[in-house]
């Protein structure tokens, strides 16, 4: 153990809890940072977790308002904050000053599995500081793995380098340049620490002639297979296309949006300073979209394993299974990500215990056999180890919703009615369910947009473009958003989209927006 | 305890409120929460900013969810079955929803932000103290209630480690009659402002409903000022129509009355009244009065100002007179009061045409700081 943690205000009782505790995580194999614990109190609680957990911020006015809203629903009683842990190594974990001791002991549970999850699920290396600029290998690491995630310490230099900078040039002028920034800040490329994006070496290459690929054929038989003139059409073709990509910037799309700007944007340099800013602690929270079932599931798993065989005694475990079920519950027909997650990973357990995977399984159609199909292999354990290592939310449904998962679980997707003006239960057929689901936790929600060309219509404009999936770009909140690229940009930005079915391309020049209904 | 927090919290406010930052108020969503307080439901505001970003449109998108249900149900279950959302109780509960809001105190500060309101200067009378007790010192007597633990229990380790009885292996303290401390406490004099506004209003057959809400609303919004300024500001409200009487605030502001107007009845009644209860010297003092102007007779007016001259205006912080328009044309009281008050800065008088015109008339009223 660390000196952090015997430096904390955690009272005697409770450390020796977490001591306890730690050892029973340790023992089921659970592997994760040192966790400092620390005793807040509940405003001070409110206060860190408008910050999204951490000590120190830069000063933005929405962190007040998360403030309010959490401490309004804390003074009248609607909800309050159990537990809290960031990825940080070490991790600091937050205990409610108040809270009984079975909940106290059922946060250190839930924390311990969190923070195996930091350490050990390959997305999470993305916030390794000294990882470099790309991870080539996300899963393998030294056997003493011990990153740098002083991530503390970052967003409090982050706050300090702001606060230097509103220092300069007054609250209001820096304030509204990081309202910009945060409308653009869902403009990032989430797996570009992991893949090489850009290729700089083919650029310096003199390009090769152009080639037409010739179909397969026998000498006399060439003239008639792949016609001259028909080569010749082509190889004109070709080089147009490549004249029309020789100007052409950047070179392949960018879904690193931000990071263009960043490099490309006439900015000032305090404006550079705080765009970066942003970009930065947009991508350490990535990680925790990307595995929010995952994250909560794992930790819920644990927490209620551990609780219930180790740690609770019998004038415990009404209180807590009061609380678990608080934790649990679906109301309203919501999915609950820390439900979803626990009850797939019991799932997993389940069948890799009983050998319910691979192709024998999977060609059985008998439901009888299907129903009463245990091989005693045990393989559970392991299996949901290493899924919590090597999967995101949208592999980990992928691959393991099952349709006998989803009917036991009573999922179904849900429309809009417009006849009805609400919403309705559309369906209960899996490939519908789970085609829904991934395209929810696709992008974790935001559509992906790229960008395509710096030198639109040769007029130094910006062209973005919407891959779009079906649904369509909030309008207005799309036409403020171009506002705030065209404050970044300093030029006119269009952005190719469809709307209602049509390709359009919305356009700002900084005083009007207009919509072109023939696309690029 | 002050927090990291407060700053961005009141930018938020500041934002909110619409003083800074006015290009964010169209984002501003006013959500709520619903609580209970007792047995009702009380709707909590939240206003939300929503900075804008690349999203997809709400209604196409849909998604999954979880529970029972057959294809074409809400989603939620049918009203009124299970126990989920906080939607569903608003619904069937509507009556009984209150709203909470910002407190009067942030209203008053908005006020007097708002309309620049001078903070109140206080008559400078401190000759009424109040006595307060401070737990400040510790003392080797007191009450087991008041016993402080820790310098108890230091006192008792000073001493089992001085004479020798102190195991390190077995830690324990045993604190004896002599190790007790207690905390003691001291009297604390303070100065306290006292503040009393004397509300009189005409309720002659002129005033009508109209006329009753313009003064209901401004005395409102005077007395939350005075409030903010003053604790334990004390409130007596007079009618009058040919006599005056004392009557509770809600008789007050209910009460229409035919017949004449004298005056006169209810300054002396609030000069009485200030002599019986609110000596001068330690009162901070506050006559309002409103009318539509339309005293009986000139006999009855100059009576009326040889009383403020004589008795009100000595005593009182400020008069203020407010004259509101009455449907039969406005009157001749305030011309008169300004004709022979001209020159005295503590008669404060204002004309109040409709309900707009009640945020002037206020200013006109406090903006002195008096």
């Known amino acids: ?520 | 305890m002050s927090l990291k927090i407060d700053q961005d919290h009141s930018r938020f406010r500041n934002i909110v409120r619409g003083k800074i930052r006015q290009n964010l108020r169209r984002y501003i969503s006013q959500g709520e929460m619903l609580g209970r307080k007792g047995k009702d439901l009380v709707s909590i505001p939240i206003p939300q900013i929503d900075i804008p970003r690349f999203t997809f449109g709400d209604k196409q998108k849909g998604g999954v969810g979880q529970g029972k249900g057959d294809a074409g149900d809400p989603v939620g279950g049918e009203e009124g079955e299970g126990e989920d959302g906080a939607g569903q109780a608003g619904k069937d509960a509507g009556d009984h929803v209150l709203e909470v809001d910002i407190t009067l105190d942030e209203l008053a500060d908005i006020l007097g932000e708002e309309l620049e309101l001078p903070a109140i200067e206080n008559k400078g009378k401190s000759r009424i103290i109040a006595a307060k007790d401070r737990y400040t010192g510790i003392r080797r007597i007191g009450p087991e209630s008041l016993r402080h633990f820790k310098r108890t229990y230091k006192e008792a380790l000073r001493r089992s480690i001085a004479s020798g009885v102190y195991d390190p292996g077995n830690p324990m303290i045993v604190p004896q009659k002599e190790d007790k401390r207690f905390r003691s406490w001291k009297e604390d004099h303070e100065p306290v402002a006292n503040a009393v506004i004397l509300y009189m209003m005409d309720v002659s057959g002129s005033m009508g409903d109209e006329q009753k809400e313009i003064v209901r609303i401004e005395s409102f919004w005077i007395d939350t000022w005075l409030r903010r300024q003053y604790q334990g500001l004390e409130s007596r409200y007079i009618i009058h129509d040919a006599v005056a009487r004392e009557v509770d605030r809600e008789t007050f502001f209910r009460t229409r009355e035919s017949g004449g107007t004298m005056i006169s009845s209810a300054y002396r009644l609030c000069a009485q009244i200030i002599d019986e209860h609110y000596p001068a010297a330690e009162w901070n003092i506050y006559p309002f009065h409103f009318s539509d102007g339309d005293n009986w007779s000139m006999d009855d007016t100059l009576t009326c100002i040889e009383l403020m001259k004589k008795e009100i205006l000595p005593k009182v912080n400020m008069f203020a007179y407010g004259q509101v328009e009455s449907p039969y044309g406005s009157g001749q009281f305030v011309k008169d009061l300004r004709e022979h008050f001209s020159t005295d800065e503590r008669v404060i008088t204002s004309e109040i045409r409709d309900r707009d015109a009640v945020v002037g008339s206020i200013k006109e009223f406090l903006g002195k700081g008096k």
């Open chain 1, 1 to 520: 153990m660390s000196q952090f943690a015997t430096n904390t205000t955690l009272p005697r009782y409770l450390r020796d809890e977490q001591e306890k505790v730690e050892k029973i995580a340790k023992a089921h194999g659970l592997d994760f940072f040192p966790v400092v614990f620390e005793m807040l109190s509940y405003d001070h609680m409110n206060e860190i977790a408008a910050y999204g957990g951490f000590p120190n911020r830069y000063p933005h006015w929405r962190f007040g308002m998360e403030y309010e809203r959490l401490s309004k629903s804390y003074e009248y009683g609607l909800s309050k904050i159990y537990e809290m842990v960031i990825n940080n190594n070490p991790s600091y974990a937050y205990l409610l000053e108040g809270n009984s001791l079975t909940d106290q002991k059922l946060v250190m549970c839930h924390v311990f599995g969190h923070v195996d999850f930091f350490k050990n699920n390959f997305a999470f290396r993305a916030t390794d500081l000294d990882a470099g600029e790309h991870i080539a290998d996300p899963v393998g690491r030294r056997k003493e793995y011990d990153p740098n995630r002083r991530w503390v310490d970052k967003m409090a230099n982050h706050g300090s380098a702001v606060r230097r900078i509103v220092d300069r040039y007054g609250i209001h002028k820096v304030e509204e340049f990081v309202d910009v920034c945060l409308s653009l800040e869902n403009l990032i490329d989430p797996w570009s620490r992991f893949v090489v994006r850009r290729r700089e070496s083919q650029t310096d290459e003199e390009p090769e002639q152009v080639e037409v690929p010739r179909l397969k054929s026998k000498d006399y038989m060439d003239e008639f297979i792949n016609p001259s003139e028909y080569i010749e059409e082509q190889k004109k073709k070709m080089e147009a296309e490549r004249e029309l990509e020789k100007g052409k910037f950047p070179a392949q799309r960018e879904q690193d949006v931000l990071l263009f700007l960043l490099e490309n944007a006439p900015l000032e340099r305090w404006e550079r300073a705080i765009l970066s800013i942003i970009r930065d602690e947009g991508y350490y929270f990535v990680p925790q979209m990307q595995t929010k079932i995952m994250n909560e599931g794992w930790a819920s798993y644990w927490h209620s394993k551990m609780m219930t065989e180790d740690v609770c005694d019998w004038s415990e475990i009404v209180d807590y299974a009061e609380n678990n079920a608080g934790v649990m519950a679906t109301s309203g027909g919501r999915l609950n990500p820390y439900k979803l997650g626990v009850e797939l990973y019991r799932n997993i357990e389940e069948r890799w215990n009983k050998g319910q995977f691979g192709q024998e399984w999977e060609d059985c159609d008998d439901l009888d056999v299907k129903k009463n199909w245990d091989l005693r292999l045990g393989l559970g354990k392991q299996k949901v180890f290493e899924v919590r290592a090597l999967y995101n939310d949208v592999t980990f449904i992928d691959e393991f919703l099952t349709p006998e998962f989803a009917m036991e679980n009573k999922m179904f997707t849900f429309n809009w009615s417009n006849r009805n003006e609400r919403y309705e239960i559309d369906t209960r057929e899996f490939q519908a369910v789970k085609e829904k689901l991934l395209a929810q936790l696709t992008n974790f929600g935001n559509p992906s947009i790229f960008v395509e060309d710096a030198n639109y219509e040769n007029r130094g404009e910006l062209l973005l473009v919407h891959e779009h999936r079906g649904v369509d770009l909030r309008s207005d909140y799309a036409r403020e958003t171009m506002a705030s690229l065209v404050r970044v940009w300093k030029r006119p930005v269009s952005l190719a989209t469809q709307i209602d079915g049509k390709k359009a391309v919305l356009r700002f020049d900084g005083k009007e927006h207009g919509v072109r209904h023939d696309a690029p």
